[in-house]
Every structure is written in C-alpha cells, then in structure tokens.
C-alpha cells in the first residue's frame, strides 16, 4: 500500500503559475506510475497527466498541453506537477493518484489507479 499526501494548491491569477505536490509514502515508490487528475465543481473527475516509473514517459491532456510538466523525484518521493499560465477553466481540487504496474501506459481513467490522495485546491481568478 502507498499514501499520497497533495500540497501547494492556492489561489492565484490568470496567467500565474503554480506547482503542486504529491509526497508518496509505503511501498516502494518506483513500484508506482502516478498520475494528475482534478475536478471542478459539478463535473467529473478528468484526467490531467501521467509519469511512469521512473519518469521516462508522461502524457497529458489536450487542455494542459504546453502548460503543465509533470516530473517525479524518486529520491524523495515526490512527484510534481508545474503549472504555466493558467487559466479560469483550470479551477478545480487537484488530486494525485498511484497505480501500480511495470508498464508505460497513458492512464487515463481513475479506474485505473489504485490508491488517491485526499486533493489540493487550485482555484484561478481572472
């Protein structure tokens, strides 16, 4: 089993940037692709970017393309998610999530991941 605990969410303007956290514990953590997802308030969970074990691959949503930069820090056990201009529509509580596999696959779906943290706000004003 692995906890993962967000921070680094907050309030900030359009165009700001942000980076957010996700500290992993337990297990070993390279067992573990993480992935980025937020939700916004009446709508569902959507998937925002992904890391595999080690790093070596990430994939993102279309919205977030160009903008955001997932990287992860074995070492620490920390896996980041750097946020450019944002913008109003990326308003939501950002989530981080573990799924444990050998593979580098683009996990997109929630039902794909094993283990949540409790998610950090993300909240940007025009």
């Known amino acids: 089993q692995v906890q993962l605990v967000e921070s680094g969410g907050g309030l900030v303007q359009a165009g700001d940037s942000l980076r957010v956290s996700c500290a992993l514990s337990?297990?070993?953590?390279?067992?573990?692709?993480v992935g980025w997802f937020r939700q916004a308030p009446g709508k569902e969970r959507e998937f925002v970017s992904v890391?595999?074990?080690?790093?070596?691959?990430?994939y993102y949503a279309d919205s977030v393309k160009g903008r955001f930069t997932i990287s992860r820090n074995n070492v620490a056990a920390t896996v980041y998610l750097q946020m450019n201009d944002l913008k109003p529509a990326d308003t939501a509580v950002y989530y981080c999530?573990?799924?444990?596999?050998?593979?580098?696959?683009?996990?997109?779906?929630?039902?794909?991941?094993?283990?949540w943290g409790q998610g950090t706000q993300v909240t940007v004003s025009p």
């Open positions: 890391i595999s074990r080690f790093g070596g691959t990430t």
């Open positions: 337990g297990r070993t953590v390279t067992n573990y692709a």
């Open positions: 999530a573990a799924r444990a596999t050998l593979s580098s696959g683009r996990y997109s779906s929630d039902q794909q991941y094993d283990y």
